[in-house]
């Protein structure tokens, strides 16, 4: 009965640096979004993986976001030449029917 | 502009009063609406749901939609310290394709306390 589980929690990296952001969604939630989270701002929608459909990835802000989901279950966010403006905290949520549960979130800073 | 407005507060109210949390939407097609809640360095989860202009209550809490004038809010009843926390409105268009559920569009949330 485990919900939503992201690693790491926290994860500190430098300018320029690739990070990986991971996340094991319920299992048999078919849905899994990916938002950003800005001081002070809400969510921010970045991709949506639903079932075996090509994800909706209207919401990545340039080529260094991507993300994909092996085997229908964990999906990993990848950030490539990380900018200080990524400095966010990201979040994962899945969806069985309407209702999306939220993971607690990677609390990303780039020095 | 924002496809979502939301008064980020702080909001500070003595326990027991009653909360009155607001969203406006400019979206026409926005027509499943949330309120989430968050508590810090946690994820939202859900408080309510409702599709539907008119009130929704549960329990010490009700949801407003007035879609005529894309206008939400939520109200917290008798209010406890234990609600304080960031909420959170959205909400999201019908999916016609009918095998999604489709993106949140989140409002910016308000800071809420509730000091004994």
């Known amino acids: 009965g485990a919900g939503v589980s992201q690693s790491p929690s926290n994860k500190v990296t430098e300018k320029g640096k690739d990070v990986e952001l991971r996340c094991d969604p319920i299992s048999g939630h078919t849905a899994l979004y990916w938002y950003r989270q800005s001081l002070g701002q809400g969510l921010e929608f970045l991709i949506y993986?639903?079932?075996?459909?090509?994800?909706?990835k209207s919401g990545l802000p340039s080529d260094r976001f991507s993300a994909e989901r092996t085997g229908g279950s964990v999906s990993t966010l990848t950030i490539q030449r990380t900018q200080q403006e990524d400095s966010a905290v990201y979040l994962c949520?899945?969806?069985?029917?309407?209702?999306?549960?939220f993971g607690p979130g990677t609390r990303l800073t780039v020095l | 502009q924002k496809e979502v407005e939301q008064d980020p507060g702080p909001l500070s109210v003595p326990e027991g009063a009653i909360v009155s949390l607001n969203c406006t939407y400019s979206?026409?097609?926005?027509?499943?609406f949330m309120w989430y809640r968050q508590y810090s360095r946690k994820g939202p989860e859900l408080l309510m749901y409702?599709?539907?202009?008119g009130n929704k209550e549960d329990g010490r809490f009700t949801a407003q939609v007035d879609k005529s004038s894309k206008y939400i809010s939520l109200f917290i009843r008798d209010s406890q310290p234990s609600d304080s926390a960031t909420y959170l409105c959205a909400m999201r268009s019908f999916d016609a394709g009918g095998t999604s559920y489709g993106k949140l569009t989140f409002g910016q949330g308000t800071i809420l306390t509730v000091h004994p």
């Open positions: 409702t599709y539907s202009s």
């Open positions: 993986f639903q079932g075996n459909s090509a994800p909706d």
């Open positions: 979206n026409s097609a926005f027509q499943y």
């Open positions: 949520s899945c969806a069985e029917t309407d209702t999306q549960y």
